[in-house]
Structures are given as structure tokens and as C-alpha cells.
Nanobody
Framework: QVQLVESGGGLVQAGDSLRLSCAAS????????VAWFRQTPGKEREFVAT????????YYSDSIQGRFSISRDNARNTVYLQMNNLRPEDTAVYYC???????????????WGQGTQVTVSS
């Protein structure tokens, strides 16, 4: 069993940066891929980024490529999402999820956090 807790969201202006954290409990976290997804009201949950257990593999969605960076610290059981040059269209609830392999598909992830709100004003 893995429990995930996101933090670091907030209200920022366009062009600002935020770093989200996903803190995990459970002994298997260091063997798990972790991803970030985001969702806005009325829309489907959207893949943002994912990282493999060893951090050797990362994937990003085209919409955030070059602006966001995913990383992890297995000693702290934490995965980070550094978000730079934020845009109003990045406004969403951001969720982290853990699974076996890094993938952009939601179905590959068994455990999900409750989400953290990111709001970017223009």
C-alpha cells in the first residue's frame, strides 16, 4: 500500500515558478514509477510528466515540455515537479500517482494522491 500527499500548489502570476512535492509512504515507493497528472473542471485528467523508479527515464507531455521538470529523492520518498514560466492554461488540480512503469496512461497507476490546486493569473 502506498499513500501519496501532494503539496506546493498555490496562486501565482504568469511567468512565475512553483515546485510541487509528492510525499509517499510505503516501502515500495523506491521501486515505483511516479507521474504527475492535472485536471481542470469539465475536462479529462491530463498527463504531465512521469519518472521511473531509478530516475533514469522521464517523459513529458508536449504542452509543458521545456518548462516543467520532474525529479525524485528516494531517500526522502518524494517526487518533485518544478514548474517554470507558468501560464494561465497551467491552472489545474495537480495529482501525483505511483505505478510499476513510467507511462502517460492513467491506467498504469494504482495509487493516487488527493491533489493540489495550482492557479496562474494573467
Amino acid at each position: 500500500q502506498v499513500q501519496l500527499v501532494e503539496s506546493g500548489g498555490g496562486l501565482v502570476q504568469a511567468g512565475d515558478s512553483l515546485r510541487l512535492s509528492c510525499a509517499a509512504s510505503g516501502r515500495t515507493f523506491g521501486q515505483s514509477a511516479v507521474a504527475w497528472f492535472r485536471q481542470t473542471p469539465g475536462k479529462e485528467r491530463e498527463f504531465v510528466a512521469t519518472i521511473s523508479a531509478s530516475a533514469s527515464t522521464t517523459y513529458y507531455s508536449d504542452s509543458i515540455q521545456g518548462r516543467f521538470s520532474i525529479s525524485r529523492d528516494n531517500a526522502r520518498n518524494t517526487v518533485y515537479l518544478q514548474m517554470n514560466n507558468l501560464r494561465p492554461e497551467d491552472t489545474a488540480v495537480y495529482y501525483c500517482a505511483s505505478g510499476v512503469v513510467p507511462s502517460s496512461g492513467q491506467g498504469h497507476y494504482s495509487y493516487w494522491g488527493q491533489g493540489t490546486q495550482v492557479t496562474v493569473s494573467s
